[in-house]
C-alpha cells in the first residue's frame, strides 16, 4: 500500500527528497532491478511532467532527476533553473517502481508513495545567478533579487560582496534625504521562511553634500531597530563632486577596525556601536544584526535615513537587504518509508454492555410509636377507726392475810 506524503516546493530554489522503500518484512528493496518513476501533474495544466531513474543527467548537470540505488533508496532532485519556471499552486504526484521480470509481457507496479505538492512563489518577479540577470517572463533585465554571486558596478551587493548559493538580495527603492524627516524606503513583503544565518545592508548612489549629518537605521518586521550609523564622516566620500555618488555595505564581513568613517567607495564597513550617545537613551535600538539571526523574520524591512542637521540634502539611488539564510535541507524531513504491514487482528471482546440491576429500594411509612405511660393512681381508702378501746386498768390483786 502506498503511503501519502506531502511537501512543498520553494519557487527559484534547489529543491531535494529522498524515499525508502521497504517490503513488508522491513528489507530495502534493490531498485536496480527495475525503473523509478516520479509524475506530478500541476492544477494549471493537463501535461504530466515525468522523470524516470533511467533517464540520463540534464545538459549542464552532475545528477539525474531521480536515481534510485540497491539499498532501496530514491532522490529526486530539481536545481533552482528547474523550478523557477514551476507555475501551478499545488500538484498531484506518483512514485512508482516497476521491476524487470522475466516474463516481458507480465507487468508489475508498485505505488510507493503520493500526494500533494504546495509551490511557494517568489515574491519577486526575477531571477539572477551567476552573474547574469534576466526576467522570468520575458528575459529582460532586472535587479529587484539576486540569488548566488552578480557583478554590476553600480550595486554594492555585487561590487561590495561575493553572495552565496544561501544569499538573496532583497532590493529597494531610493530615498530622498531631506532635513528633520523620517526619510525611508521599504522592501517587498519577504516571506522565505527559512532560519536567517546572516544580514548585510548596501547603500547605493549616496550623494549629500554633508554625510555626517546622516543617521542610519534598519527596522525588521520583527526585533528591534539596528543603528547602523549615527553622524559620522565619511573621510573618503568627497561632498564637493556633485557627481560623486558612494557604495558601501554593512557587514561583519569588513575588518573588524573598519567603521563607515573608513570605509572606501564599493566597501564594507562594520556597524559602530552608538546606542550609547544620549539622544539614543531613551530608544531600544540594537548595535547588531545578532538579535535577529536564528530565527524566521518575514514581512516588510525599512531603511531609515535621517538629515540631523537642516544644512543640505541628498538621496541615495537605492539599498539592498542582504539575507543569508541557513541551508536546511529539504530532505531533513521525515523520510517516509513505504512499508504498510497492516495487522488485522480484530479482538472482540463480548462484555455486556448492560447489566441490569433491579435495586429496588423499599420506601418505609414510618410507624408511629404510640409511648403510654400508665398513671397508676391509688388512693388508699382508710376506714376511720371508731375508737381506741380503752386500756383496762388492771385490779389490784387481793392480798390474802392468815391469820394466826
Same mark, same amino acid.
Given at each position: 500500500?502506498? #503511503? ?21 518484512? &522491513? ?7 527495475? #525503473? ?5 501533474? &500541476?492544477?494549471?495544466?493537463?501535461? /504530466? ?63 510507493? +508513495?503520493?500526494?500533494?505538492? &504546495? ?31 552578480? /557583478? ?6 555585487? $561590487? ?24 525611508? $524606503? ?14 548585510? /545592508? ?13 543617521? !542610519? *537605521? ?8 539596528? *543603528? ?30 573598519? !567603521?563607515?568613517?573608513? #570605509? @572606501? ?10 546606542? +550609547? ?48 539564510? +541557513?541551508?536546511? @535541507? ?9 512499508? /504498510? ?10 462484555? @455486556?454492555? #448492560? ?8 420506601? *418505609? ?30 385490779? @389490784? ?8
Amino acid at each position: 500500500m502506498a #503511503v501519502t506524503h506531502n511537501f512543498t516546493i520553494e519557487q527559484g530554489s534547489d529543491f531535494a527528497i529522498q524515499f525508502i522503500f521497504q517490503d513488508v518484512n &522491513g528489507n530495502n528493496v534493490d531498485l536496480t532491478q527495475g #525503473v523509478v518513476a516520479f509524475r506530478f501533474q &500541476g492544477n494549471d495544466s493537463t501535461t /504530466v511532467q515525468s522523470f524516470l531513474s533511467t533517464d540520463a543527467a540534464p545538459a549542464g548537470l552532475p545528477n539525474r532527476y531521480v536515481t534510485a540505488n540497491n539499498a532501496g533508496q530514491i532522490d529526486i532532485q530539481f536545481p533552482a533553473q528547474f523550478t523557477k519556471d514551476l507555475t501551478f499552486a499545488t500538484a498531484t504526484y506518483e512514485l512508482d517502481f516497476q521491476p524487470e521480470l522475466d516474463n516481458q509481457t507480465q507487468v508489475s507496479n508498485t505505488i510507493i +508513495s503520493k500526494g500533494t505538492i &504546495g509551490l511557494i512563489a517568489k515574491a519577486f518577479n526575477t531571477f539572477v545567478a551567476g552573474g547574469s540577470t534576466e526576467s522570468e517572463e520575458d528575459g529582460s533585465a532586472s535587479d529587484n533579487i539576486i540569488t548566488g554571486s552578480s /557583478v554590476d558596478g553600480d550595486q554594492c551587493a555585487s $561590487s561590495c560582496l561575493i553572495l552565496d548559493s544561501d544569499s538573496i538580495v532583497y532590493r529597494a527603492s531610493g530615498i530622498p534625504i531631506l532635513d528633520n524627516q523620517d526619510n525611508y $524606503s521599504a522592501t517587498e513583503f519577504i516571506d522565505n521562511l527559512r532560519p536567517i544565518q546572516k544580514i548585510e /545592508v548596501g547603500i547605493n548612489g549616496l550623494k549629500h553634500n554633508s554625510p555626517q549629518d546622516l543617521t !542610519f *537605521l534598519l527596522d525588521p518586521p520583527t526585533g528591534n531597530t539596528v *543603528l547602523l550609523s549615527s553622524n559620522s564622516k565619511i573621510s573618503n566620500y568627497d561632498e564637493t563632486n556633485t557627481a560623486n555618488k558612494f557604495n558601501f555595505v554593512f557587514t561583519d564581513r569588513a575588518p573588524a577596525t573598519q !567603521f563607515i568613517q573608513d #570605509v @572606501p567607495n564599493n566597501g564594507m564597513c562594520q556597524i559602530q556601536d552608538k546606542t +550609547s550617545i544620549t539622544k539614543y537613551s531613551s530608544h531600544t535600538l540594537e548595535p547588531s544584526f545578532n538579535h535577529l539571526y536564528g530565527v524566521t523574520n518575514t514581512g516588510v524591512y525599512k531603511l531609515y535615513i535621517n538629515d540631523n542637521d537642516p544644512i543640505g540634502t541628498g538621496i541615495i539611488d537605492n539599498w539592498e537587504l542582504i539575507i543569508t539564510y +541557513s541551508g536546511i @535541507p529539504i530532505s531533513a524531513t521525515p523520510t517516509p518509508t513505504a512499508t /504498510v504491514t497492516p495487522t488485522l487482528t480484530p479482538t472482540i471482546s463480548l462484555t @455486556p454492555s #448492560v447489566t441490569p440491576t433491579n435495586t429496588i429500594t423499599p420506601t *418505609l411509612t414510618p410507624t408511629p410509636t404510640i409511648s403510654v405511660t400508665p398513671t397508676i393512681s391509688v388512693t388508699p381508702t382508710l376506714t376511720p377507726t371508731s375508737g381506741l378501746a380503752p386500756t383496762p386498768t388492771p385490779e @389490784p390483786t387481793p392480798t390474802t392475810s392468815e391469820c394466826p
